[in-house]
């Protein structure tokens, strides 16, 4: 349990910590929550934690989307739980990326960041895209370092891992 609870301080503190933008383990932290949360309130762990940490980073006017889709990828780790491979972990790590990519730049142009109109919302996430890039890179190597010395960690020490 101490040992999940880590991966997700440590995933949440780099994003307190000056890093390259957009370089952090926000979608990453929920997947590998999800997917390692036993308990049916775990949901709240890394959606708290993220909380609190933009509290002291700021707030924002797009924030219910970001907390939004760190629900939602907390969920796809539970999808995630029962069909733990090396390529499905890849594949869900990918499409939680998307998600969040697609909810917040959502968020983005309904607060009215740009014209409420086709061009608008294409203009949106076109111009997100530069982001979305750093972002997606991030995700998959956090997802490679929780997900790896977690798993390489319980075999080691041959744990039982009954997790929160």
Known sequence: MWFVILFVFIGISA???PHIPN???IAAVALFSGVYFRKKHGWLLPLGIYMVSN???????TIFFTWGSIILIYFLGKI???KKTVANVA???LASSFIF????NFGVW???????????????????????????VSNMAYMAVFFGAYEY????????????
């Open 110 to 136: 309904l607060i009215g960041w740009y014209p409420k109109n086709l061009a608008g919302f294409i203009s949106c996430y076109i111009n997100a895209l530069p982001f979305f890039r750093m972002s997606l």
């Open 101 to 104: 990519f697609l909810i917040t």
């Open 80 to 82: 995630l739980q029962t």
């Open 91 to 93: 594949v869900f790590g």
């Open 23 to 25: 370089f952090a383990p």
């Open 153 to 164: 960690c319980m075999r080691k020490t041959k744990l039982a891992c009954k997790v929160l």
């Open 15 to 17: 994003r307190l910590i």
């Open 55 to 61: 509290l002291i980073v700021g707030l924002h006017q």
